[in-house]
């Protein structure tokens, strides 16, 4: 992969303060971070600029190579606590918060609906209140988006959204970071989405712009994506010059697409809607048969768990699939939030081009 990071100078040269050349990078000194995300919530990439985003993803590498690459040991959120709060059931994202804030030094702490019922039990307010007091930052994965407002609201530590009826920006962070390490650069590329108009989509469509990627999305007639949501997409594509096409065609999204993305099409919560909605998505599945209209350099996401009639196998297992790649992904990403949003830690590899 084109972000393997290859030093091509020994490690001498780092402790001596020189400069050596990695893939995609150039590492040395830190450079001056402008960048101020401290002390911020994570609810939505909406509330985030193109730079902003870029930080995280910036950060998200430099920890994959120091740690992973280099065996660093950082204990950067050493003394730190997280409360995790999991309405919904996932591997992915409780695997790599658990891991990965426990890697920096920090504890995380698990909490499902048997220790925990929002707004249930205990007040909205009252929660974010205690919480507040017990642990340096909460990530929730919830059912609905109010209630991470409500919590980022009446809490005085930063929220993370882990996963919410209307985005999950986490998810996002590890597909760029995916796709920077494959493509080198993110401007400029066509993302091809072919299936609901969900969470994913929803922060696709909050951030794309941000890096001039172009966006097509195909969604079956009645799955289409938030109108206000796609009202401030339009607007996005417009200021950065973009191209945002949403259509009911699959081959009409994927046509030129540099990578192909899909996603689950019955989520948690709506199994009761499993029959409608897999007869509404036929046709849907990628396949090789939809590739054959993408760039020659496509690729392929999925931010799993994946089932074979929403891509079949020959993509999903063929070479030019990402999805474990940005599985893994998932672990150095919200480790790079949790950093931004909790320390003044700056990057030692230099900012890559974007």
């Not at 929660?127 to 007091?133: D, H, I």
Request: glycine share 6%.
């Amino acid at each position: 992969m084109l972000f393997n990071l290859r030093i091509l100078l020994n490690n001498a040269a780092f402790r001596n303060g020189h400069n050596f050349v990695v893939r995609n990078f150039w590492c040395g000194q830190p450079l001056q971070n402008k960048v101020q995300l401290k002390g911020r919530d994570l609810l939505t990439l909406k509330n985030f600029t193109g730079e902003e985003i870029k930080y995280m993803l910036w950060l998200s590498a430099d920890l994959k190579f120091r740690i992973k690459q280099k065996g660093e040991y950082l204990p950067l959120l050493q003394g730190k606590s997280l409360g995790m709060i999991f309405e919904k059931r996932s591997t992915r994202t409780r695997l790599s918060t658990e891991t990965g804030f426990a890697l920096l030094g920090g504890h995380p702490c698990f909490l499902t609906t048997q220790d925990i019922h929002l707004g249930v039990n205990e007040s909205l307010t009252d929660t974010a209140r205690v919480l507040s007091s017990m642990t340096d930052a909460v990530l929730a994965r919830v059912y609905k988006q109010s209630d991470l407002d409500t919590l980022a609201k009446e809490a005085s530590i930063p929220i993370i959204n882990g996963l919410s009826d209307l985005y999950h920006p986490i998810q996002i962070l590890a597909d760029y970071l995916t796709l920077q390490e494959h493509y080198s650069s993110l401007k400029g590329l066509t993302l091809s989405w072919i299936g609901d108009g969900n969470n994913i989509l929803h922060s696709i469509m909050m951030s794309a712009a941000k890096f001039g990627m172009h966006l097509q999305a195909a969604t079956p007639k009645g799955y289409e994506p938030d109108a206000s949501i796609t009202k401030l997409a339009e607007q996005y594509a417009k200021e950065n010059g973009t191209k945002l096409l949403l259509t009911n065609d699959p081959l009409e999204a994927a046509h030129g697409g540099n990578v192909l993305i899909t996603d689950t099409w019955i989520s948690m919560g709506q199994e009761e809607e499993k029959k409608k909605r897999l007869q509404a998505f036929q046709g849907y599945q990628v396949t090789m048969k939809t590739a054959k209209v993408a760039a020659s350099d496509w690729t392929f996401l999925h931010c799993l768990p994946r089932k074979p009639e929403e891509v079949d196998d020959e993509v999903f297992y063929s070479p030019r699939s990402l999805v474990f790649p940005e599985a893994e992904n998932r672990k150095w990403t919200i480790m790079a939030v949790m950093v931004s949003l909790l320390t003044d830690y700056s990057p030692q590899l230099q900012k890559p081009k974007f």
